[in-house]
C-alpha cells in the first residue's frame, strides 16, 4: 500500500513537473495574419505599435514566451507614452502589456505543444490527476477504522511548517503571481485546455480558463481526499459534496456555457461584495445590454446581497455560503484542510482579524458607492479622487494580493483561511448577521469539555473553541463558518452545530453543569 | 492582603485561583513543579499522536496570569510549616501563605512488581512522563514491542498512543473483560472487540508478575502469570492512581488516602483546604467514591472553594454523576449511575441496546419497583448533557426516557438516529407502545 503510495506521489511529481516547466519552453512566431487579426479583434488603432511589432516580432521565432514577451510589452509602452505626448488618448491602449503580450502570445504559438494539446494535458493535467489518486485512495485502507485521522500530523514535514509546507509555499505564491501579473506565461497551459475550452464556450481557453479548471480539479481530488478523511462524518460528506457541486456547476460550467448562449458571463453565486466589481461601470454596461438575461443578473445579484444571505444567515448561519457553496471557502475545505490546525488562536490575531476584515468590508461598499455615483452621474472623480483609481487599488491590492497570492499561496503556514478569516468582505458582512440574528450557534454539552484543545487546534478561522466550550458557553462568533470540524474532532462530544431559537443562544454561565444546583444560581445571581 | 498559596497548578488549583481572583482581590500564588503554565492533562495523549504540539494542551495565553495577576512559581514544595503557615521549597525558598489550598493531584499506582524501576519503565501522568515516552518509544524499530499493564483509562489510551506509531502493543489485564469493575458486560465485550480491531494484543485475566531486565538496567521482557514471557523495549504501568500526598506525611494535615476533607474541602487544620484528585471526603458522597480522580470534580471542586474562601461558605455539592472517555474510535458518554454486575445494587436494572453492525449501544439504569431512571451509558452516541440531567433531576421513569430519547440526541446533524430501533428493542422487551416523539426545541429549552 504504502508502494503505491509512493508511485501515486511520483506519478504526481512528473505531471507536476512538466506543468512547471512549460511556461518556459514552446517556440513562437506570429504571422502578420495573426497580428492582423488581434489588431482587429482588440480594435488596436495604435500603428506606431503595429509598426513596430512588423519591426521586431513578426515572422521571427521566439523560443520561450519571455523574449517574446519583453518586445510586445515594450512596443506597448513606447507607443502609449508616444500617444499621451502628442495627446492622441482614442490611439492609447488601455489593456495591460502582460495582457496584451498573453493575447498575441497565444496566437504565436507552434511546434509540438500545439500540435499535441490533448497529450499535452495528458502529461501535466492527466498525470497530476492519476497521479494524486493513486496517492489518495490507498488511505481507504491504510487508515483503517472510521474515525479521527489526525495521527502524526504535527509530526510530518506538510503539514507542520517543515520544509515541504514552505516549498508548496513558495510554489503557490510564484503560480498566483504569474497568473495574475505575468498571464503571457500561462498560454502554454492554455493550449493543453484549448479543447475542452472550444467545446465548452466555442472559444479557445485564456488563463482564467485554466485557472477555473484547475480549481474545480484541485477540489474534485482533495474532495476525495476528505471523503476518505471523514468518511465516519455524514455532515463533512454532504457538505463536502455541495461545495464541490457549486464549484463546478456553478463557477466553471454554467458561465461558460452563457458565453456559448452569448450571454455574459456570470457566476450565481458570487455575491457582492465578495464579487467586488459587480457594479463596477463595465460590467453594469454589460448587463444592461443583455437584454432580458442582463438584467436578470442584475436583480438576481443585488437580491443575493439585501435578501439571500440575511434570510438564509438567519436561518442556518453563515455556513451556508462560506462552507457549503463559496469556491474560496470550497478550495479552503479541500485543498485547504491539511493546513487547518496553523490559523493563530491569539487574542493579538483576533484583533487584527478585526480590524482588517472589516477595513477590507468599508472599502469595498465605499468603492461601490464611488463607483455607482460615477455611473449615475457620469463624473470620474468623486471628491477629487478618481474613481478609477480606487477601483484599481482595490483590484490589485484585495482581489489579487490579498484573495489569491495570500488568501491561497499562504495556506501551509497561515491556515487555509486567511482570506475568509482576514479578508473577505462579504464574510464580514455574513458574519454581522450571524453573530446578531440566526439561529445558527455551537452547542456547548453542558459540563463535558476536559480543555483538551483539538476543537481550537482545527478551528481554521483561530477561534478559540475551547475557550467557550470549557466555561459551558455556546460558541456564537461572526467568524465561524460552520465547518463542523471542531464538532468531529472533539474526543467528549461537546459540540454541536445547531439551528435554534433565538433565546437562550447566547448563554454565559459561570458555574458548569453538574454542579451544585444551588452554588450556580449564587453565582450567576452576581453577575 | 490575604495571601492565598495553591500548591499545584491541574484543573482544580487553576479553577480555584481564577474564581477567587474574579470574586476578590487577594494576592494569588500557585506553586507547581510540573510545568510553568497550566496545560490539559487529558491532552498529553494527542501530543505524542502528533494531533497537536504541547503548547495546545495550554488553555490560557502565557499572559493571562500577569494580567490577572496570578503569580506562578515553579518549584517543588518539600514540606508544609503549618504552624508558621509556611511552605518550604525544594530551592530553600520559604513562602508564607494565610490560606493554602492543596491540589496536587495523582501519582501513577506502583505495586512493588519487580523490575519496576527499570529503564523503560513508565507510568503516564505527567509532562514529564509524555516526555519519557517520547524517549523510549519514539518509533517502532526503536520499540519493537510495548507491554501495558493495567486496564483502564489511562491504559487504553496509552495502547492507542504506541498503535498511532505502529508500535506492537501487549496489552495486559486483570479482569475478565475489559474495565468491567465500571462497564455493564454488553459494553465492556464491545470494548473488548474494538481493542482487538485495532491490533492490539488484548490479554484478560492477566497478570504482571516481573520485569527482566537486559545488561544495561532496561526492561526487556515481563512475564505473566499465565506463565508467558514477553519480550519487550517499554512498559507501561497504567494500574490506577492515587493521591500525591507524600510530601504531607509530617505535616500535622489528616491523611488517608488523600488529604482528608469535609463538606466544604477544609481540612483538619484551619485555613488549609484540598481539592482535586488529592483530596479525600471523610464520608463519600452519594454513590460517589470518598475519592474523585476525574477532571470535572477538580473543576467543581475549585469553583465551590473559591466561594468558600471569599466569604461565602459554601459545601462542595455536586449534581448529578457524569463523566465521559474516548476508547480508541468510541466516544463513550455516562450520566447519573449505571453499575456494572459485580456492584450493581439489588434493585437497579438494565435496558441495553446494542447496533446489529456498529460498534454503539446504549443502556439505561432504572428502578425495578418503580422505573424511575438511575442513570445512561451510551457509547457512539452523544447525549444532551442537560436533558438527560432534568430527567434525573425529575426522577422521570424509563418509559418516559424512551418516548422523548429524540430530544437528548447530541449527534451532529445528518448522522443516522437511532431512536426508532432501540425503541422498537425496547418495546419487544417490555410489551409496551411506545413511539418515541419528535424532537422538540421547546422541550429542550423549557427551564433551560
Ligand atoms: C493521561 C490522562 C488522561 C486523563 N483523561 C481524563 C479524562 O478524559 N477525563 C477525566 O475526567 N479525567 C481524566 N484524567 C484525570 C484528570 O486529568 C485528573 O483528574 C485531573 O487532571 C486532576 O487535576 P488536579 O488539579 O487535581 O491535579 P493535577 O492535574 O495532577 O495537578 C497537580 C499538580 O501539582 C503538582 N504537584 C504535586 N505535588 C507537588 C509539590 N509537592 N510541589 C509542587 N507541585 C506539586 C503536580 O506536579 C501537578 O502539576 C486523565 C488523567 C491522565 C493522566
Ligand atoms: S468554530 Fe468550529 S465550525 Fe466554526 S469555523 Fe471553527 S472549527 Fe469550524
Ligand atoms: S475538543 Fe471538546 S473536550 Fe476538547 S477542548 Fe474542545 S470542546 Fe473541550
Same mark, same amino acid.
Given at each position: 500500500?504504502?508502494?503505491?503510495?509512493?508511485?501515486?506521489?511520483?506519478?504526481?511529481?512528473?505531471?507536476?513537473?512538466?506543468?512547471?516547466?512549460?511556461?518556459?519552453?514552446?517556440?513562437?512566431?506570429?504571422?502578420?495574419?495573426?497580428?492582423?487579426?488581434?489588431?482587429?479583434?482588440?480594435?488596436?488603432?495604435?500603428?506606431?505599435?503595429?509598426?513596430?511589432?512588423?519591426?521586431?516580432?513578426?515572422?521571427?521565432?521566439?523560443?520561450?514566451?519571455?523574449?517574446?514577451?519583453?518586445?510586445?510589452?515594450?512596443?506597448?509602452?513606447?507607443?502609449?507614452?508616444?500617444?499621451?505626448?502628442?495627446?492622441?488618448?482614442?490611439?492609447?491602449?488601455?489593456?495591460?502589456?502582460?495582457?496584451?503580450?498573453?493575447?498575441?502570445?497565444?496566437?504565436?504559438?507552434?511546434?509540438?505543444?500545439?500540435?499535441?494539446?490533448?497529450?499535452?494535458?495528458?502529461?501535466?493535467?492527466?498525470?497530476?490527476?492519476?497521479?494524486?489518486?493513486?496517492?489518495?485512495?490507498?488511505?481507504?485502507?491504510?487508515?483503517?477504522?472510521?474515525?479521527?485521522?489526525?495521527?502524526?500530523?504535527?509530526?510530518?514535514?506538510?503539514?507542520?511548517?517543515?520544509?515541504?509546507?514552505?516549498?508548496?509555499?513558495?510554489?503557490?505564491?510564484?503560480?498566483?503571481?504569474?497568473?495574475?501579473?505575468?498571464?503571457?506565461?500561462?498560454?502554454?497551459?492554455?493550449?493543453?485546455?484549448?479543447?475542452?475550452?472550444?467545446?465548452?464556450?466555442?472559444?479557445?481557453?485564456?488563463?482564467?480558463?485554466?485557472?477555473?479548471?484547475?480549481?474545480?480539479?484541485?477540489?474534485?481530488?482533495?474532495?476525495?481526499?476528505?471523503?476518505?478523511?471523514?468518511?465516519?462524518?455524514?455532515?463533512?460528506?454532504?457538505?463536502?459534496?455541495?461545495?464541490?457541486?457549486?464549484?463546478?456547476?456553478?463557477?466553471?460550467?454554467?458561465?461558460?456555457?452563457?458565453?456559448?448562449?452569448?450571454?455574459?458571463?456570470?457566476?450565481?453565486?458570487?455575491?457582492?461584495?465578495?464579487?467586488?466589481?459587480?457594479?463596477?461601470?463595465?460590467?453594469?454596461?454589460?448587463?444592461?445590454?443583455?437584454?432580458?438575461?442582463?438584467?436578470?443578473?442584475?436583480?438576481?445579484?443585488?437580491?443575493?446581497?439585501?435578501?439571500?444571505?440575511?434570510?438564509?444567515?438567519?436561518?442556518?448561519?453563515?455556513?451556508?455560503?462560506?462552507?457549503?457553496?463559496?469556491?474560496?471557502?470550497?478550495?479552503?475545505?479541500?485543498?485547504?484542510?491539511?493546513?487547518?490546525?496553523?490559523?493563530?488562536?491569539?487574542?493579538?490575531?483576533?484583533?487584527?482579524?478585526?480590524?482588517?476584515?472589516?477595513?477590507?468590508?468599508?472599502?469595498?461598499?465605499?468603492?461601490?458607492?464611488?463607483?455607482?455615483?460615477?455611473?449615475?452621474?457620469?463624473?470620474?472623480?468623486?471628491?477629487?479622487?478618481?474613481?478609477?483609481?480606487?477601483?484599481?487599488?482595490?483590484?490589485?491590492?484585495?482581489?489579487?494580493?490579498?484573495?489569491?497570492?495570500?488568501?491561497?499561496?499562504?495556506?501551509?503556514?497561515?491556515?487555509?483561511?486567511?482570506?475568509?478569516?482576514?479578508?473577505?468582505?462579504?464574510?464580514?458582512?455574513?458574519?454581522?448577521?450571524?453573530?446578531?440574528?440566526?439561529?445558527?450557534?455551537?452547542?456547548?454539552?453542558?459540563?463535558?469539555?476536559?480543555?483538551?484543545?483539538?476543537?481550537?487546534?482545527?478551528?481554521?478561522?483561530?477561534?478559540?473553541?475551547?475557550?467557550?466550550?470549557?466555561?459551558?458557553?455556546?460558541?456564537?462568533?461572526?467568524?465561524?463558518?460552520?465547518?463542523?470540524?471542531?464538532?468531529?474532532?472533539?474526543?467528549?462530544?461537546?459540540?454541536?452545530?445547531?439551528?435554534?431559537?433565538?433565546?437562550?443562544?447566547?448563554?454565559?454561565?459561570?458555574?458548569?453543569?453538574?454542579?451544585?444546583?444551588?452554588?450556580?444560581?449564587?453565582?450567576?445571581?452576581?453577575? | 492582603?490575604?495571601?492565598?498559596?495553591?500548591?499545584?497548578?491541574?484543573?482544580?488549583?487553576?479553577?480555584?485561583?481564577?474564581?477567587?481572583?474574579?470574586?476578590?482581590?487577594?494576592?494569588?500564588?500557585?506553586?507547581?513543579?510540573?510545568?510553568?503554565?497550566?496545560?490539559?492533562?487529558?491532552?498529553?495523549?494527542?501530543?505524542?499522536?502528533?494531533?497537536?504540539?504541547?503548547?495546545?494542551?495550554?488553555?490560557?495565553?502565557?499572559?493571562?496570569?500577569?494580567?490577572?495577576?496570578?503569580?506562578?512559581?515553579?518549584?517543588?514544595?518539600?514540606?508544609?510549616?503549618?504552624?508558621?503557615?509556611?511552605?518550604?521549597?525544594?530551592?530553600?525558598?520559604?513562602?508564607?501563605?494565610?490560606?493554602?489550598?492543596?491540589?496536587?493531584?495523582?501519582?501513577?499506582?506502583?505495586?512493588?512488581?519487580?523490575?519496576?524501576?527499570?529503564?523503560?519503565?513508565?507510568?503516564?501522568?505527567?509532562?514529564?512522563?509524555?516526555?519519557?515516552?517520547?524517549?523510549?518509544?519514539?518509533?517502532?524499530?526503536?520499540?519493537?514491542? &510495548? /507491554?501495558?499493564?493495567? %486496564?483502564?483509562?489511562? $491504559?487504553?489510551?496509552? @495502547?492507542?498512543?504506541?498503535?498511532? !506509531?505502529?508500535? *506492537?502493543?501487549?496489552?495486559?489485564?486483570?479482569?475478565?473483560?475489559?474495565?468491567?469493575?465500571?462497564?455493564?458486560?454488553?459494553?465492556?465485550?464491545?470494548?473488548?472487540?474494538?481493542?482487538?480491531?485495532?491490533?492490539?494484543?488484548?490479554?484478560?485475566?492477566?497478570?504482571?508478575?516481573?520485569?527482566?531486565?537486559?545488561?544495561?538496567?532496561?526492561?526487556?521482557?515481563?512475564?505473566?502469570?499465565?506463565?508467558?514471557?514477553?519480550?519487550?523495549?517499554?512498559?507501561?504501568?497504567?494500574?490506577?492512581?492515587?493521591?500525591?500526598?507524600?510530601?504531607?506525611?509530617?505535616?500535622?494535615?489528616?491523611?488517608?488516602?488523600?488529604?482528608?476533607?469535609?463538606?466544604?474541602?477544609?481540612?483538619?487544620?484551619?485555613?488549609?483546604?484540598?481539592?482535586?484528585?488529592?483530596?479525600?471526603?471523610?464520608?463519600?458522597?452519594?454513590?460517589?467514591?470518598?475519592?474523585? &480522580? /476525574?477532571?470535572?470534580? %477538580?473543576?467543581?471542586? $475549585?469553583?465551590?472553594? @473559591?466561594?468558600?474562601?471569599?466569604? !461565602?461558605?459554601? *459545601?462542595?455539592?455536586?449534581?448529578?454523576?457524569?463523566?465521559?472517555?474516548?476508547?480508541?474510535?468510541?466516544?463513550?458518554?455516562?450520566?447519573?449511575?449505571?453499575?456494572?454486575?459485580?456492584?450493581?445494587?439489588?434493585?437497579?436494572?438494565?435496558?441495553?441496546?446494542?447496533?446489529?453492525?456498529?460498534?454503539?449501544?446504549?443502556?439505561?439504569?432504572?428502578?425495578?419497583?418503580?422505573?424511575?431512571?438511575?442513570?445512561?451509558?451510551?457509547?457512539?452516541?452523544?447525549?444532551?448533557?442537560?436533558?438527560?440531567?432534568?430527567?434525573?433531576?425529575?426522577?422521570?421513569?424509563?418509559?418516559?426516557?424512551?418516548?422523548?430519547?429524540?430530544?437528548?440526541?447530541?449527534?451532529?446533524?445528518?448522522?443516522?438516529?437511532?431512536?426508532?430501533?432501540?425503541?422498537?428493542?425496547?418495546?419487544?422487551?417490555?410489551?409496551?407502545?411506545?413511539?418515541?416523539?419528535?424532537?422538540?426545541?421547546?422541550?429542550?429549552?423549557?427551564?433551560?
Amino acid at each position: 500500500m504504502k508502494a503505491i503510495k509512493n508511485i501515486g506521489l511520483l506519478i504526481f511529481l512528473v505531471g507536476l513537473s512538466i506543468f512547471t516547466l512549460l511556461p518556459l519552453t514552446g517556440t513562437f512566431t506570429l504571422s502578420t495574419d495573426n497580428l492582423k487579426k488581434v489588431v482587429t479583434d482588440q480594435n488596436i488603432k495604435s500603428e506606431i505599435f503595429v509598426q513596430e511589432l512588423e519591426n521586431t516580432v513578426v515572422g521571427k521565432s521566439f523560443n520561450g514566451v519571455s523574449a517574446l514577451s519583453s518586445k510586445i510589452t515594450t512596443a506597448l509602452e513606447n507607443a502609449n507614452a508616444h500617444h499621451r505626448e502628442n495627446k492622441e488618448y482614442n490611439k492609447v491602449m488601455y489593456v495591460g502589456p502582460h495582457d496584451m503580450a498573453a493575447t498575441l502570445a497565444k496566437a504565436s504559438g507552434e511546434g509540438f505543444i500545439v500540435n499535441n494539446k490533448i497529450l499535452m494535458w495528458f502529461l501535466t493535467f492527466g498525470l497530476g490527476i492519476i497521479g494524486a489518486l493513486v496517492f489518495i485512495l490507498p488511505n481507504v485502507i491504510l487508515l483503517g477504522k472510521k474515525g479521527i485521522k489526525n495521527d502524526g500530523i504535527y509530526h510530518e514535514k506538510a503539514t507542520n511548517r517543515g520544509w515541504i509546507a514552505w516549498l508548496v509555499f513558495i510554489y503557490l505564491v510564484s503560480f498566483y503571481l504569474l497568473l495574475y501579473f505575468r498571464p503571457e506565461y500561462a498560454v502554454n497551459w492554455t493550449y493543453t485546455l484549448d479543447p475542452l475550452s472550444l467545446w465548452l464556450s466555442g472559444n479557445l481557453a485564456g488563463h482564467w480558463f485554466v485557472y477555473g479548471f484547475m480549481y474545480s480539479v484541485v477540489m474534485t481530488v482533495m474532495a476525495v481526499r476528505m471523503y476518505i478523511k471523514y468518511r465516519h462524518n455524514t455532515y463533512q460528506m454532504v457538505r463536502t459534496t455541495s461545495v464541490l457541486f457549486f464549484q463546478i456547476v456553478f463557477a466553471f460550467l454554467i458561465p461558460e456555457i452563457m458565453v456559448r448562449l452569448q450571454m455574459p458571463y456570470y457566476d450565481f453565486k458570487n455575491i457582492f461584495p465578495l464579487d467586488y466589481d459587480f457594479f463596477f461601470q463595465w460590467n453594469l454596461r454589460s448587463l444592461l445590454n443583455s437584454g432580458g438575461i442582463g438584467l436578470f443578473i442584475l436583480v438576481w445579484g443585488i437580491a443575493l446581497t439585501l435578501v439571500v444571505v440575511p434570510v438564509m444567515v438567519y436561518f442556518f448561519g453563515k455556513r451556508w455560503y462560506c462552507s457549503w457553496v463559496c469556491g474560496c471557502g470550497g478550495l479552503a475545505e479541500t485543498l485547504g484542510d491539511p493546513y487547518r490546525q496553523h490559523s493563530s488562536k491569539s487574542l493579538f490575531s483576533w484583533k487584527i482579524e478585526r480590524w482588517l476584515i472589516h477595513g477590507v468590508l468599508v472599502f469595498a461598499v465605499g468603492m461601490t458607492l464611488m463607483t455607482l455615483y460615477s455611473f449615475f452621474t457620469e463624473s470620474s472623480t468623486v471628491l477629487g479622487i478618481k474613481t478609477q483609481s480606487v477601483q484599481n487599488a482595490y483590484s490589485f491590492l484585495i482581489g489579487a494580493i490579498f484573495a489569491g497570492v495570500i488568501g491561497t499561496g499562504f495556506y501551509p503556514i497561515f491556515g487555509n483561511r486567511v482570506w475568509c478569516r482576514f479578508g473577505c468582505p462579504l464574510a464580514a458582512y455574513l458574519g454581522f448577521v450571524q453573530r446578531f440574528k440566526s439561529r445558527f450557534r455551537i452547542t456547548t454539552n453542558g459540563g463535558q469539555c476536559i480543555s483538551c484543545g483539538n476543537c481550537s487546534t482545527y478551528c481554521e478561522q483561530g477561534i478559540d473553541v475551547r475557550a467557550y466550550a470549557q466555561k459551558g458557553e455556546n460558541i456564537v462568533r461572526s467568524s465561524c463558518v460552520g465547518c463542523g470540524i471542531c464538532s468531529a474532532v472533539c474526543p467528549r462530544g461537546v459540540l454541536n452545530l445547531e439551528n435554534g431559537p433565538l433565546e437562550g443562544r447566547i448563554n454565559p454561565t459561570e458555574v458548569l453543569l453538574g454542579n451544585d444546583v444551588d452554588l450556580m444560581d449564587l453565582v450567576n445571581k452576581k453577575s | 492582603m490575604e495571601h492565598v498559596v495553591i500548591i499545584g497548578n491541574g484543573i482544580a488549583g487553576i479553577t480555584a485561583a481564577r474564581h477567587i481572583r474574579k470574586l476578590s482581590n487577594k494576592k494569588i500564588t500557585v506553586i507547581s513543579a510540573e510545568s510553568d503554565y497550566f496545560f490539559s492533562r487529558t491532552a498529553l495523549m494527542y501530543v505524542y499522536m502528533g494531533h497537536m504540539k504541547f503548547e495546545h494542551t495550554q488553555p490560557y495565553e502565557n499572559w493571562f496570569w500577569k494580567k490577572n495577576r496570578i503569580e506562578l512559581v515553579n518549584a517543588y514544595v518539600n514540606k508544609v510549616d503549618t504552624e508558621n503557615k509556611t511552605l518550604l521549597l525544594q530551592n530553600s525558598q520559604a513562602i508564607k501563605f494565610d490560606k493554602l489550598i492543596i491540589a496536587t493531584g495523582s501519582k501513577p499506582n506502583m505495586f512493588g512488581w519487580p523490575g519496576q524501576d527499570l529503564k523503560g519503565v513508565q507510568g503516564l501522568y505527567s509532562k514529564q512522563d509524555l516526555e519519557l515516552l517520547e524517549a523510549n518509544a519514539p518509533n517502532k524499530e526503536i520499540c519493537k514491542r &510495548a /507491554v501495558i499493564v493495567g %486496564g483502564g483509562l489511562i $491504559g487504553i489510551e496509552m @495502547a492507542e498512543m504506541l498503535r498511532s !506509531r505502529d508500535i *506492537p502493543v501487549t496489552f495486559l489485564v486483570r479482569e475478565a473483560s475489559f474495565w468491567d469493575i465500571v462497564l455493564p458486560q454488553g459494553e465492556s465485550q464491545m470494548i473488548n472487540e474494538h481493542i482487538r480491531e485495532h491490533h492490539i494484543d488484548l490479554q484478560l485475566n492477566t497478570n504482571l508478575v516481573e520485569i527482566i531486565s537486559d545488561e544495561n538496567g532496561r526492561a526487556k521482557a515481563v512475564t505473566t502469570d499465565k506463565g508467558e514471557t514477553i519480550a519487550c523495549n517499554v512498559v507501561g504501568l497504567t494500574a490506577g492512581v492515587s493521591p500525591n500526598v507524600n510530601f504531607l506525611k509530617d505535616s500535622g494535615i489528616s491523611l488517608g488516602k488523600g488529604v482528608l476533607v469535609n463538606q466544604f474541602l477544609e481540612t483538619n487544620i484551619k485555613d488549609i483546604y484540598a481539592i482535586g484528585d488529592c483530596a479525600e471526603q471523610h464520608q463519600a458522597i452519594g454513590n460517589r467514591r470518598p475519592v474523585e &480522580a /476525574v477532571w470535572y470534580t %477538580g473543576r467543581m471542586m $475549585g469553583e465551590a472553594l @473559591a466561594q468558600t474562601i471569599c466569604g !461565602r461558605k459554601t *459545601p462542595y455539592n455536586p449534581g448529578h454523576w457524569f463523566n465521559s472517555a474516548k476508547f480508541l474510535d468510541i466516544e463513550y458518554q455516562t450520566y447519573g449511575w449505571v453499575f456494572p454486575e459485580v456492584s450493581k445494587k439489588e434493585y437497579e436494572q438494565h435496558f441495553h441496546w446494542r447496533h446489529p453492525k456498529e460498534k454503539i449501544c446504549i443502556t439505561v439504569a432504572y428502578h425495578k419497583d418503580n422505573k424511575q431512571l438511575l442513570g445512561i451509558n451510551t457509547f457512539g452516541i452523544r447525549m444532551r448533557h442537560q436533558i438527560v440531567d432534568r430527567w434525573l433531576t425529575e426522577k422521570r421513569d424509563i418509559n418516559y426516557v424512551m418516548e422523548y430519547l429524540k430530544d437528548a440526541n447530541f449527534d451532529p446533524e445528518f448522522y443516522s438516529r437511532h431512536e426508532k430501533s432501540i425503541v422498537a428493542h425496547y418495546n419487544s422487551i417490555f410489551n409496551t407502545n411506545i413511539t418515541p416523539k419528535k424532537k422538540s426545541w421547546k422541550r429542550i429549552f423549557s427551564n433551560a
